[in-house]
């Protein structure tokens, strides 16, 4: 296993965690003892003080503290302590304001006003129009490659102004009624003007840099003048460990507080033990399979369907996610602000499927499924899914590719492929994957009159009339698309039972989720 290595005072040492495991071991293979009541975490007023551990696993000597590269589930929620953007994803993937208090169109939606709220930097400089627009000038560089890039692709900078101290005004290329999601995309981090250097972070967030080792240790504290209220915890430190076991087993030691990714099986192991709490966070992650539909078999629509109808949705939550999801309608966002969860339920119909592959011509036809362990559960996904259409005359074989190449080999090689994706809004799902120019187009999807109609929900100010329109679009992806989404996965921490705070309605890369600045110590 990767154990912690030993990090700022108060962090964990080699021989400590190894102690602490061996020690733990006897107990866990009996069932953890006597320990067999669920924890509860504090309830009541939040307390103030403490230093919370936090395990994540990490990425060695290549770690960074540079928001605008943050890419890994560590570097992410470090990101979001010691930095804020102008907006962030709310619960549903909905926009919230952050460091923005508003935003305001022209009416032709091809410029924006932001008024910033009054926030500082934690070298007590003010956070300023010119940051923000140095930000956005140092993400957008065409000499390098920051994730957050794309999505701000469509501001042009150099129409873009500082009004005033507290207020940018924002061209576009084209009229966009969604600009807020591009103020909340990943990595979309305010930094002080002219910053190029992170060995000694200085941001707007909720957390103060103290010290960091790459690959081992980040030691924070809490920043009094944050604007939206002080942080509870005096000190957050974390720790890495890219062995999930070390990470619970450290936990039960009573050697970090919080135990971030855990998988459903460890989570059944512990469900009666008082030393743990499990926070599910649901819809986290898109689980399904891409069907290209430029090509054969699966450019016939007959085919795609009974694609759909043949899938056991519930066997594949209960087998490839240990139970820990639920069901998807082969449409993105489940829960999601625009999500068309009017749309009925697709179920299992074998009948249905078989008559549809004679229809087809398919009947007895060999599949290549192209899979990789680059994802949890690919592989399992791939055999199960195997056996089903094995049950309707279809031949599926999975092939298990590079996982290095993987997401890459499948955007344009085969016909069908595991998928799965983390929370972003359903506008940027399409616009990303589903248009004809889409750069990351897997089912290869392309139909002018659902461009027209993307074109039309994002050039709509009218909200309702704009959520109509991805209705549409919503119906024809469920009828003819190529996107099998057959579930959606629970997120899972654990925490000790003196943790509280940890938000349950926090998809993965949502604001709530990995947020320290409002949990507490009982």
């Not at 069901?327 to 489940?334: A, F, S, T």
């Not at 994706?421 to 940027?428: C, F, L, N, R, V």
Request: one cysteine or more; charged letters at 25%.
């Amino acid at each position: 296993m990767t154990p912690f290595l030993t990090g700022t005072a108060g962090g964990l040492s080699r021989r400590g965690l190894l102690g602490g495991a061996a020690a733990l071991s006897a107990v866990l293979l009996t069932g953890c003892g006597t320990d067999n009541a669920p924890a509860t975490v504090p309830t009541g007023q939040p307390r103030r003080g403490g230093r919370l551990r936090a395990a994540f696993a990490g990425g060695g000597a290549n770690e960074t503290l540079d928001p605008h590269l943050a890419n890994l589930f560590v570097e992410a929620s470090r990101a979001k302590a010691m930095y804020d953007k102008l907006a962030d994803y709310g619960p549903d993937v909905s926009i919230q304001p952050r460091l923005a208090q508003r935003w305001e169109p022209t009416a032709d939606l091809t410029r924006w006003r932001v008024s910033l709220r009054e926030a500082t930097f934690h070298d007590g400089r003010p956070v300023r129009a010119a940051d923000v627009l140095a930000s956005y000038a140092r993400i957008t560089d065409p000499k390098r490659a920051f994730r957050a890039k794309a999505s701000l692709a469509m501001i042009d900078l150099r129409a873009s102004r500082a009004v005033d101290e507290r207020t940018v005004e924002f061209a576009l290329t084209r009229p966009f009624a969604e600009f807020g999601n591009l103020l909340a995309a990943f990595g979309a981090y305010i930094v002080p003007e002219g910053t190029e250097t992170f060995d000694r972070p200085v941001g707007s967030g909720a957390f103060v840099f103290d010290s960091f080792q790459p690959g081992r240790s980040l030691l924070l504290k809490r920043n009094p003048e944050h604007w939206d209220g002080a942080a509870y915890l005096d000190e957050l430190e974390y720790l890495i460990s890219n062995d999930e076991s070390a990470r619970i087993n450290a936990l039960l030691a009573g050697q970090v507080e919080y135990a971030h990714d855990i998988t459903p099986t460890t989570a059944r192991t512990h469900a009666g033990d008082r030393r743990v709490a499990i926070t599910r966070m649901a819809n986290s992650t898109m689980q399904g399979f891409t069907m290209k539909v430029d090509r054969p078999p699966f450019d016939n629509r007959d085919l795609r369907e009974a694609m759909f109808l043949l899938t056991d949705r519930q066997q594949l939550v209960d087998t490839v996610l240990s139970g820990a999801g639920q069901v998807g309608n082969d449409l993105y966002g489940k829960g999601y602000q625009y999500y068309a969860a009017d749309i009925p339920q697709r179920t299992r119909d074998l009948d249905r499927a078989r008559f549809l592959i004679d229809r087809a011509g398919a009947k007895g036809l060999r599949i290549t499924l192209d899979t990789a362990a680059v994802a949890s559960g690919f592989v399992e996904a791939a055999t199960v899914l195997a056996d089903q259409a094995r049950q309707v005359g279809l031949t599926v074989v999975p092939a298990t590719g590079n996982k290095d190449t993987y997401w890459k080999d499948i955007l344009t090689n085969g016909v069908l492929a595991c998928y799965r994706s983390g929370a972003m809004p359903i506008e940027t799902h399409i616009s990303q994957r589903l248009l004809t120019n889409s750069t990351t187009n897997a089912t290869r999807w392309a139909r002018p009159d659902f461009d027209a109609l993307y074109a039309k929900a994002v050039s709509t100010a009218d909200g309702a009339a704009r959520r109509q329109t991805y209705d549409d679009m919503q119906r024809m992806l469920h009828a003819e698309g190529g996107f099998l989404i057959w579930g959606f996965a629970d997120f899972l921490v654990a925490t000790g039972p003196n943790v509280g705070g940890v938000s349950a309605d926090a998809p993965a890369n949502t604001l709530d989720w990995a947020r320290f600045d409002k949990v507490w110590l009982g």
